[in-house]
C-alpha cells in the first residue's frame, strides 16, 4: 500500500474510532440517565413566560438581530487579533485587507444603527 493511501486510511480509522466513541457514549448516557416524564418539560418556554393565558406573546425580532450583531462583531474580534499579531509581517497588503474588513463591518453596523435595530425601546 503506497503512503498516500495509508494516509487516508488512517484519517478513515481516526474519524471511524470518533464515530464509535460518540455512539458509545451516547448511548452510555442513555442508559444511565433518570428518566422522569412529566408535563411540564414538555411545555413551551419563551423568556419565562409560560405561553398559555392572556399575558403571552412572542420576543420581539430586534433581540435576536441585536445578539446577532454581538455574534458578528466578535467573530470580527476573533480575526482581528491575529492580524495585529501579524501586521508587521503582513505589511500594506494585510494593512489594506484589514481595513477593507473593518470598513464592511462598519458598514453593515451603521446600517443597523439607521434601521434602529439597536434601540431597546
Do not use: H, N
Not at 484519517?11 to 455512539?23: K, Q
Not at 497588503?93 to 453593515?108: C, D, N, P, Q, S
Amino acid at each position: 500500500m503506497s503512503s498516500f493511501l495509508r494516509s487516508y486510511l488512517t484519517v478513515a480509522i481516526f474519524a471511524g474510532a470518533a464515530v464509535v466513541l460518540v455512539v458509545l457514549m451516547l448511548g452510555l448516557g442513555s442508559l444511565l440517565r433518570p428518566t422522569r416524564p412529566q408535563a411540564q418539560k414538555y411545555i413551551a418556554y419563551e423568556s419565562g413566560v409560560d405561553p398559555v393565558g392572556e399575558g403571552w406573546s412572542q420576543s420581539q425580532i430586534r433581540y435576536y438581530v441585536f445578539a446577532l450583531l454581538f455574534v458578528m462583531f466578535d467573530v470580527e474580534t476573533v480575526f482581528i487579533l491575529p492580524w495585529a499579531v501579524r501586521v508587521k509581517v503582513l505589511g500594506s497588503y494585510g494593512l489594506i485587507e484589514a481595513t477593507a474588513f473593518i470598513v464592511i463591518l462598519a458598514l453593515g453596523l451603521l446600517y443597523a444603527w439607521r434601521k434602529g435595530v439597536l434601540r431597546w425601546v
